[in-house]
């Protein structure tokens, strides 16, 4: 079963960490994480995916849904330390463009 | 029928009637009930000893004894394959130079596991094809020398391979002795002898095997299962080949039925887990246990099983697209309401992506939602025909057992071919010089027979008949002497110290059954033997009991528990002899301490008067015979190798730095062949 972890930092930005596989069942799960997060004011959100080891359409999709959420409120969603399962899925679909991986959760929103 | 053919059947029969004789009176008339806990074990040791000697006896009523080979025909073509894994480069040149003079027309081949480049620089410089692993076996299994042989019959194409171990010097006239025997169509292998160059006279590591690589064989022989040793053989490729693919469809169908019999309920419980508002998965899973239940009963009427199963993947490649195309459907519409936001604030160039693409991409089977249920994407690749995880979808080797050639061997007998034991020295080898690798060497060989009755009983095997299961088993029981051995050990002990005898009296019936039963045995060995020394292996087969029993241990281990079989590889250089390697044969050496003690204390109780005559003097010489057999640990602790005296007899291979990888040295069963052992009792 996947687990979220979620936090928020001091300069008010929410954390979401998911660990384990990123599929079907987790990505309602975070669908949910997410639109609690952004219903609860938080518009920058930060998906740390450094403990993901999969990911499939679903979880892709939940991903760019919270882009959309969080930019329609004026902020982003980004996502940070993909590990090389995930990445290889995000080049694949090129969907690189949108959901340019950064390094560090912390610097995620420097640029 | 051959006067001597004759002879060794008369003295099979008597062995045999004479053997049972007391064998059965010994459980009827002689068990001393009252020491259960010592006879019974006493007993069933001595019946174990029986069987032994029943199956020599069997092997030697067929003993065929070939003489001159046919000669072959001429134009067949005909791979010479050496197999190495780390042996130094000179020992395995030496080898392949000499592989180049053999007289009849072939190629050369290094198998070179260690993918060594001065190993390739050397084979090249003489000619000499060099093969290593192909990418296919990157991350997979290697299977050893039986996966290092199967990669070579990928990249060879010759009707004949003689496989040769690296440090085995074949002579120039090998190939011409042996081809003749595939004049028979049906002949798949042939076997010659292993004889080992770097052995004193008196063979203190007993690597000589003259009876296994004589009577053992040629008794096999006459039954038609004479084995493979894994080098000095010639095998037929069409053979090989063709394991390989009935062994691969075999296992295929097997698989494949099993998993569409379990199929329905796996989909059935991961429809379950599925949350109800997931109707797509649902549906999707729906279609999937159609799918099954679709491919079973086309099977079941007898479509061919690539059909079915191809089918089947393209069913659920439908399933898998449409799920990820309902993902992307979403995501295209987020992803335009994305693109919108962007041209709103005027950052971005809207590009974005091609769903088309996308869901190609993403249907393939791990990513596409169907793959997150793992278990019946698990299910989803097993009703498949390809071999997920091994390198090669046909493997001709057999890699159950680290000893692949018994195995190999036997599923080429079950397919019907035919095999010959040619006994000739026709390439003179390398024996380990110390302890310690002959040891390992043993356990190896042990293990991988022990891998073999487990994984493959031959007794079960439907496809030998009844006289190949046998000589199959044959070899097979006597590795299990390890267990007789303590029993032999333990009860002239146990009578010496405390008087306990296994059996009611040592009345002149029991001598009268034994004695004769122990003459005829050895008389048979002697006739079939021929003037060859069987006495080492006779020592070692309960010498080395503590190796024998650690082979069965871990082989149970391996096959019924699943552990690792963890056995040592054997040390790639000769060791620095310092000293007299004891701490290696210590059960050994407190056993005859044992011995000796319970002797001093058996005569101090003749003299007291608390014992009797008959039976010390009884013990005390099975004490001595027990003596003498494991006399040989002594001289093969003390051993410091191998030291010419004269020329050697046969063309010099080197004889120094000594190796012998446990990863590629043939096999050789042990077999002690003999139960002169066997029948002490008192």
């Known amino acids: 079963m996947t687990e979220f972890h979620v936090d928020t930092t001091a300069s008010g930005i929410g954390v979401v960490r998911p660990e384990g596989r990123l599929n079907m069942v987790a990505a309602r799960q975070l669908k949910s994480v997410l639109a609690d997060l952004v219903a609860g004011g938080t518009h920058r959100i930060v998906v740390d995916l450094a403990d993901t080891s999969f990911i499939d359409s679903s979880g892709l999709g939940a991903l760019i849904g919270g882009v959309k959420s969080t930019r329609q409120q004026g902020g982003d969603l980004r996502i940070a330390r993909p590990t090389e399962a995930v990445l290889t899925v995000l080049d694949l679909t090129n969907l690189t463009k949108i959901l340019r991986p950064r390094d560090t959760v912390d610097g995620a929103f420097d640029d | 029928m ?65 003489g001159e080979p046919p000669l072959p025909e ?30 009849y027309p072939h190629e050369t081949w290094i198998l070179d596991d260690g993918n060594r480049p001065e190993m390739r620089a050397a084979a090249e410089a003489a000619g000499v094809g060099w093969i290593t692993r192909s990418q296919d076996w990157v991350d997979m299994p290697r299977h050893a020398k039986a996966g290092n042989l199967n990669n070579a ?122 949350p109800r508002e997931e109707t797509l998965v649902r549906d999707a899973l729906g279609e999937v246990e159609q799918a099954v239940k679709d491919a079973r009963e086309r099977l079941g009427r007898g479509e061919a099983m690539f059909d079915v199963t191809y089918d089947f993947q393209r069913t659920v490649e439908e399933v898998r697209r449409r799920l990820v195309a309902s993902d992307l459907e979403v995501m295209a519409a987020d992803l335009e309401a994305i693109a ?5 604030s005027g950052e971005g160039d809207g590009s974005l992506v091609d769903p088309q693409s996308v869901l190609e991409r993403m249907s393939h089977r791990d990513w596409s939602p169907l793959g997150a249920i793992d278990s019946v994407q698990a299910l989803v690749d097993s009703v498949n025909v390809d071999r997920h995880g091994e390198a090669q979808a046909v493997m001709p080797m057999a890699t159950i057992s680290v000893t692949e050639d018994m195995a190999t061997c036997m599923r080429m007998h079950g397919l019907g071919w ?54 199959y088993f044959s070899t097979m029981w006597s590795y299990l002497s390890g267990f007789a051995a303590i029993v032999y050990l333990a009860a002239p002990v146990i009578y010496l110290v405390f008087g306990v005898l296994p059996v009611q009296a040592l009345s002149s019936d029991f001598f009268i059954r034994l004695v004769p039963f122990l003459v005829v045995n050895q008389l048979l060995f002697l ?16 010498a080395l009991f503590p190796t024998w029993i650690r082979a069965f241990t871990s082989a ?78 002594i001289k093969a602790a003390r051993y410091r190798g191998f030291e010419p005296v004269d020329a050697p007899p046969a063309p010099a291979g080197p004889t120094e730095p000594t190796t012998s990888s446990t990863h590629t040295t043939s096999h050789t069963p042990d077999r002690a062949s003999g139960q002169s052992h066997a029948e002490g009792a008192a």
């Open chain 2, 2 to 66: 051959t006067r001597r053919l004759l002879l060794i059947r008369s003295i099979v029969l008597v062995t045999a009637i004479l053997g049972l004789n007391y064998v059965v009176w010994r459980w009827l008339f002689s068990v001393n009930w009252d020491a259960w806990w010592l006879a019974v074990p006493l007993v069933v040791a001595e019946t174990y000893s029986l069987v032994d000697s029943l199956l020599f006896g069997l092997g030697m009523w067929r003993l065929k004894e070939r």
């Open chain 2, 74 to 103: 001429e134009g067949l073509t005909v791979d010479v394959l050496i197999t190495t894994y780390n042996e130094p480069i000179d020992l395995v040149m030496a080898t392949a130079r000499a592989a180049l003079d053999i007289r």
């Open chain 2, 153 to 274: 019959l990928e990249q060879t194409e010759g009707e004949f391979l003689l496989i040769l171990d690296a440090d085995q010097v074949p002579e120039p006239q090998i190939l011409d002795r042996t081809l003749g025997y595939f004049r028979d169509e049906k002949m798949g292998l042939v076997q010659t002898n292993q004889f080992f160059v770097n052995v004193p006279d008196d063979d203190p590591l007993g690597s000589q095997a003259p009876l296994f690589y004589g009577p053992i064989q040629a008794g096999k022989d006459g039954w038609n299962a004479a084995f493979f040793c894994g080098s000095n053989a010639v095998l037929r490729r069409d053979a090989l080949m063709q394991i390989g693919v009935v062994r691969y469809a075999d296992e295929m169908a097997l698989k494949v039925w099993r998993n569409l019999y379990y199929g329905e309920s796996v989909i059935k419980k991961a429809r379950r887990q599925t």
């Open chain 2, 340 to 344: 919108a936001l962007e041209e709103q």
């Open chain 2, 418 to 471: 035919k095999s010959a034991y040619h006994d000739e020295n026709l390439a003179f080898g390398l024996a380990p010089e110390d302890l310690e690798t002959m040891l390992t060497q043993r356990l190896r060989w042990a293990q991988g027979t022990m891998q073999v009755m487990m994984r493959e009983n031959p007794l079960t095997q439907r496809r030998l008949t009844w006289g190949q299961r046998l000589m």
């Open chain 2, 527 to 542: 006739v079939v033997a021929n003037g060859r020394k069987t006495w080492r292996g006779q020592q070692y087969s309960l």
């Open chain 2, 556 to 633: 149970f281990g391996n096959v019924v528990m699943g552990r690792s079989l963890d056995f040592a590889v054997t040390p790639k250089e000769k060791r620095s002899p310092t000293g007299p390697a004891w701490h290696l044969v210590r059960p050994q050496l407190i056993a005859m301490g044992a011995l000796v003690v319970a002797s001093v204390v058996g005569v101090a109780r003749l003299a007291a008067g608390q014992a009797g005559g008959v039976g010390t003097v009884l013990n005390l010489l099975w004490v001595a015979f027990d003596l003498a057999i494991f006399s040989v640990i």
